[in-house]
C-alpha cells in the first residue's frame, strides 16, 4: 500500500459501524448545506486552522513529478498555493508529503 493505514481500534477508539458511518454522512451533509448557504470561505477558513504543515515545507507528488516548496495557503478555489523557488504556484491535486 502506498499509504500507512490505521485502525480506530487500535487508537483506542471504538465505535460500531454503522453508528461511525451515520455520524460521517451527518457530519458531511452539515458542511454541504454550509457550503450551500455561505459558500467555500467559511470552510476554507475552517480547514486552514486545522491544516498540518502551514507555512512549513512540504513536497507533493502527482502522477508525473514532485515539487517541494512552503504550503501558504489555499486560494478561494481550494488549490494549494506552494511557494517555490520559481515563485506562487497553484497545485490542483496531487498528494501532499510532510
Not at 502506498?2 to 452539515?30: C, H, M, N, W
Not at 498540518?52 to 501558504?72: M, P
Amino acid at each position: 500500500m502506498p499509504y500507512q493505514a490505521t485502525s480506530l481500534k487500535e487508537a483506542g477508539i471504538s465505535v460500531e459501524r454503522t453508528t461511525f458511518l451515520k455520524e460521517y454522512l451527518q457530519t458531511l451533509s452539515d458542511i454541504i448545506e454550509e457550503y450551500q448557504k455561505k459558500g467555500f470561505d467559511i470552510i476554507r477558513e475552517k480547514w486552514l486552522a486545522l491544516a498540518y504543515n502551514l507555512g512549513k515545507e512540504v513536497t507533493i507528488h502527482n502522477e508525473s513529478r514532485q515539487k517541494k516548496g512552503i504550503f501558504l495557503t489555499l486560494d478561494e478555489n481550494g488549490y494549494l498555493i506552494l511557494k517555490t523557488d520559481k515563485g506562487k504556484e497553484r497545485i490542483i491535486a496531487g498528494d501532499l508529503f510532510v
